[in-house]
């Protein structure tokens, strides 16, 4: 699959950007950018499962870090109901934008 990289490093900058500008994309259009990450995030994930790694313990410890993650984002994004709270995580948008940049960059 061609692009996976940039793929990656885009859903950083795109995802980081609307975190900064605060976008509240519609239901459906939000779907559809996060299905189309995806697809880039999961098939990097499975080219990576080792050839000798146990695919059942595989699949396990990535469900349980991807929750986790999931868990960690959502305990930040309470952090909206204060004023200071919301420029943080602007703040913390900001930061994935850049790094997602650096890496779009890095592989061009």
Request: zero cysteines.
């Amino acid at each position: 699959m061609p692009f996976i990289e940039a793929g990656i490093a885009l859903s950083g900058v795109v995802l980081g950007l609307m975190i900064v500008f605060m976008i509240k994309a519609p239901m459906p259009v939000a779907a559809m950018l996060v299905g189309l990450f995806a697809i880039f995030h999961g098939h990097a994930h499975g080219t990576e499962l080792p050839d000798a790694a146990n695919p059942i313990a595989y699949a396990v410890g990535f469900v349980i870090a991807t929750g986790l993650l999931h868990l960690a984002g959502i305990l930040f994004g309470t952090l909206m109901a204060s004023e200071a709270g919301k420029w943080a995580v602007r703040a913390g948008g900001a930061v994935i934008a850049f790094v997602g940049a650096a890496f779009l960059v890095g592989i061009a």
